[in-house]
């Protein structure tokens, strides 16, 4: 019987038969999770991939949801299970960007745009801006704010709405 669990935890993925069908599915939709994670961000890559299969334990533990704030949540992990972790603001930078940019290919909503707010990075916002057209690239851009953004309980906030750049709306903002 086939253990959907290999599809996600690697000490699983290896209990299976080698040569068999399902060793090669789940093989390749870890790699999948892994390029997920780490294509658009070498610099995470470079120092935080040994933590890979750690991280994915836990996301499977604790339900976290395989979507485009996944590469967010190995941030958050790394930052709280691995204390000793610190980060430069290229590699949070390039994990803010690549949540926005996954964001972008997978929303499929009348969502427009969706900003994103990092309490290691208080003063500035990532936005995303889906085109007008099908055939319109997106657009990503940083903004940088004067004074840095105050942060409550979270920290990763988003919000995604269809027409308007008002940042000042504390309510709209959802924790990841």
């Known amino acids: 019987m086939f253990n959907l669990n290999s599809f996600f935890l690697p000490k699983f993925c290896r209990l299976i038969d080698l040569e068999t069908k399902e060793r090669v599915l789940a093989e390749r939709h870890i790699k999948l999770i892994w390029h997920f994670i780490f294509d658009e961000c070498p610099s995470l890559q470079s120092k935080f991939s040994f ?17 485009w704030s996944f590469v967010l949540q190995y941030l958050k992990w790394l930052a709280y299970e691995k204390l000793t972790v610190e980060f430069d603001k290229q590699i949070i930078s390039e994990v803010m960007l ?17 900003k994103l707010i990092c309490r290691l990075l208080p003063n500035k916002i990532f936005v995303v801006r889906k085109g007008n057209e099908w055939n319109e690239p997106r657009r990503v851009f940083i903004l940088e704010l004067n004074m840095p953004f105050t942060f409550k309980t979270f920290d990763f906030a988003y919000f995604s709405e269809e027409e308007s750049l008002n940042f000042n709306v504390p309510f709209k903002w959802k924790e990841i």
Not at 51 to 67: A, I, K, P, R, T
Not at 98 to 114: F, I
């Open 51 to 67: 933590f890979f299969e750690e991280f994915l334990e836990w996301s499977y533990v604790n339900w976290v949801d395989l979507d």
């Open 98 to 114: 690549a949540a926005l940019n996954a964001w972008g290919k997978s929303n499929k909503s009348e969502m427009c745009c969706c």
